[in-house]
């Protein structure tokens, strides 16, 4: 089980991606259009811009956590549970139309 500080950390991370995902689209929307020679100041000061939004405000910086223990690692996307999990629930067959490979 992961500290709860650092759940609440990524919970944290969430809300400022959310908060500034609109602002930080708009940006880099107009940062990527052709520009010209005589627009490239514009092209600098949407960067300064950019770079003063918060580093936690980007979707990168948020780690995927299994939803029940907020293990890190050996995520799976598809149930949103770490492989532990997932393991000793195939094996009570919790998970329906689940089999798991025996040899």
Known sequence: MSKKSIILRDKNK?????????IRQ??????????????????FKITKLL?????????????KRCFITGRPRGYYRYFGQSRNLIYDQFNSCQLPGSKISSW
């Open 51 to 63: 770079q003063k939004l918060p580093r936690n405000s980007i979707l990168i910086r948020i780690r």
């Open 26 to 43: 708009n940006l880099k929307k107009i940062k990527k259009k052709k520009i010209k020679v005589s627009l490239l100041k514009i092209k």
């Open 14 to 22: 969430i809300n400022l991606e959310k908060k500034y995902r609109i």
